[in-house]
């Protein structure tokens, strides 16, 4: 089973408002990624974060690795119609390893 | 395209046949993963190679399952005997450093 708790589960927003979703886990990660599924695609790359603290930002994504290693967050400003998707944080404790993933968010943004 | 491929996208099969699923990761990344994924959850680890060995394999890889990646380039996905639970997307990722990127997947329905 998965160990990463990921919230909210779901979130039906306006174009251009803000979205925030966060990871736990009961277990500390060395590494944090956070990834973007279409239907019926594969999951996209969109951060990836190596330090305690880090602070990463890819245009309108921002996704900061916990200090204590144990949880992430990723923020999504000024949401756009494609936007729309669920994201899934994952979780890497060996440099090169599995990744554990949590069970995702959907965004559902509304015009 | 240079991204990872996978084949075939789709696969209808009936219970207690095999199937084969093929990935051909990114030229050039040593290291081939396996997760499957079912409806409303994240990825789940399967396998990994690096280059021709396989190096950790999950407990959710039953005796029905192998894989294989001869001459540490395509991999194959064997599933012998297949069961309704088997039904899932099959996703192929690839990397050489802790970023790991996916194909589009296979969809197994078992009838």
Redesign the interface.
């Known amino acids: 089973g ?1 160990q ?1 708790n ?1 919230s909210p589960q779901s979130m039906f927003i306006q174009e251009g408002e803000d979205v925030s979703m966060n990871c736990t886990s009961s277990s500390i990660f060395n ?1 944090w ?1 956070w ?1 973007k599924q279409d239907p ?6 969109l951060i ?1 974060l ?1 330090k305690a603290g880090e602070l990463t930002s890819n245009g309108r994504l921002t996704a900061q690795f916990g200090i204590t290693r144990k949880d992430s967050f990723l923020n999504i400003s000024a949401s756009i119609p494609s936007d729309v998707g669920i994201y ?1 944080c ?1 979780g ?1 404790n060996d ?10 968010t959907q965004v559902v943004v509304t015009p | 395209d240079t991204g990872v491929s996978q084949d075939p996208r789709h696969k209808i099969t009936k219970r207690g046949q095999n199937v084969t699923f093929r990935c051909d990761p990114i030229s050039e990344h040593n290291r081939l993963y396996w997760y499957r994924q079912t409806l409303g959850q994240g990825p789940e680890f399967l396998t990994y190679f690096q280059n021709e060995a396989q190096l950790e394999k999950s407990r959710l890889l039953s005796d029905r399952f192998s894989a294989e990646r001869p001459k540490g380039s395509f991999s194959t996905l064997e599933i012998q005997r297949t069961e309704q639970g088997d039904s899932a997307m099959y996703l192929c990722a690839s990397s050489f450093s802790n970023e790991q990127f996916f194909g589009p997947g296979t969809r197994l329905t078992v009838l």
């Open positions: 998965q990463l990921q590494t990624l990834y019926g695609e594969g999951p996209v790359l990836a190596y899934f994952a890497q440099s090169w390893g599995k990744l554990q993933f949590g069970a995702g």
